[in-house]
């Protein structure tokens, strides 16, 4: 990049503010300057202090979160929220377990320890701009290649597998033929279920997140349900296009769709239409999962559930149920069902048709 000094200025401006508190070499790192280079827009920004991130911190006034066992700070400057790390070196001391850190003397030892080359440089943020690319991401950037670090990068990591599926699917990249042939070995089994969760959601809130995963898929380290992949895309569209889809958590939905194994949905989605009535009771004893991945399968009623059949409500409570002599306990509960379904299918109106359907109902199991 011709103005690197410029450009970010241009991107990061809050920098200032932070330049003018640092006594320390302080640098831009990582996902920040490798989309500063790409001219993608603004990511997160995380900073590297060679000295005390928390002291740095401290400088600018403001509320911030520590995170003291990897020595990283999160603050708000000019209200953007910025990650200050000290500058760390990492060991393993197993495959896929928490690393070890320690403070680094300087930003290359940091740098050493970061997944892919393109997310391996650093640029200080001092005003002059250089960068700092001790492993030749900016080439990598240019050519767009992903390549790890060392031969035990996948080892010490396995998670870093699912990331460069994540990253190949948003930019487009390519594995270079060393680093393939490393990640189809990696062993995701040495990570912890809530570590490869975690990873496996932030790929699937990427836009393109159906690519991350058939290419995970196709190095081996998953096994897509049969029509996952347009399962998930069904999903992606369903999310864009309709809002009340927001009821369901759209990253566990597409990891559902991926991986599976199909549950609830398919039948529902194969069912005919019900009716308003049938179609609540169906809907309110289903995980919110299910629902969302039989919609996406076509299921139509499901939208009229969600929009407007779930929020009819009754005039009568189960106080007025008790007051008419039905005991607390299950008969009330299928009194009101009753009422509602009554509601639901146009055969009951108004406050006194509810209370007899329901007492009728009641009375027939109490």
Do not use: C
Not at 243 to 257: D, G, K, M
């Amino acid at each position: 990049m011709a103005d690197l000094a410029a450009a970010l200025r241009h991107a990061h401006p809050e920098l200032e503010v932070v330049r003018k508190q640092a006594e320390e070499p302080v640098y831009l790192v990582g996902g920040a300057v490798r989309d500063l280079l790409l001219g993608r827009p603004r990511a997160d920004v995380d900073l590297v202090v060679v000295g005390d991130a928390a002291a740095l911190a401290q400088r600018f006034g403001g509320p911030a979160v520590e995170h003291e066992r990897f020595g990283t700070v999160k603050v708000e400057v000019e209200g953007h929220e910025i990650d200050i790390a000290t500058a760390r070196s990492e060991s393993y001391p197993a495959p896929g377990a928490l690393p070890v850190v320690v403070p680094a003397e300087d930003i290359d030892a940091d740098l050493g320890r970061r997944d892919f080359t393109i997310n391996a440089m650093a640029i200080p943020i001092d005003g002059e701009a250089r960068l700092a690319d001790p492993h030749g991401g900016e080439g990598d950037l240019k050519e767009g290649i992903l390549r790890i670090l060392h031969p035990r990068s996948f080892e010490d990591d396995p998670t870093r597998a699912i990331r460069a599926a994540r990253y190949a699917a948003r930019l487009g990249f390519r594995l270079d033929p060393e680093t393939e042939e490393l990640l189809r070995k990696a062993d995701l089994d040495t990570v912890s279920a809530d570590r490869r969760r975690a990873e496996l959601e932030r790929l699937a809130g990427e836009e393109t997140a159906p690519r991350g995963y058939e290419l995970l898929a196709e190095w081996g380290l998953i096994e897509l349900r049969d029509g996952g992949l347009e399962l998930m895309q069904a999903v992606a569209d369903l999310f864009e296009r309709e809002h009340w889809a927001q009821f369901a958590p759209r990253e566990e939905v597409l990891i559902s769709a991926a991986l599976g194994p199909p549950g609830g949905e398919e039948l529902l989605a194969s069912m005919w239409p019900p009716t308003p009535g049938e179609g609540v009771e169906l809907a309110e004893q289903r995980d919110p999962v299910e629902l969302a991945l039989a919609r996406a399968m076509g299921a139509d009623w499901i939208e009229h559930y969600l929009t407007a059949w779930k929020n009819v409500t009754l005039e009568i409570d189960g106080n007025d149920l008790v007051e008419a002599g039905i005991p607390e306990g299950p008969a009330v509960g299928r009194g009101l069902r009753a009422a509602r379904r009554g509601r639901l299918e146009g055969e009951v109106w108004g406050r006194d048709q509810e209370l007899a359907a329901a007492l009728e109902a009641a009375r027939g199991v109490a």
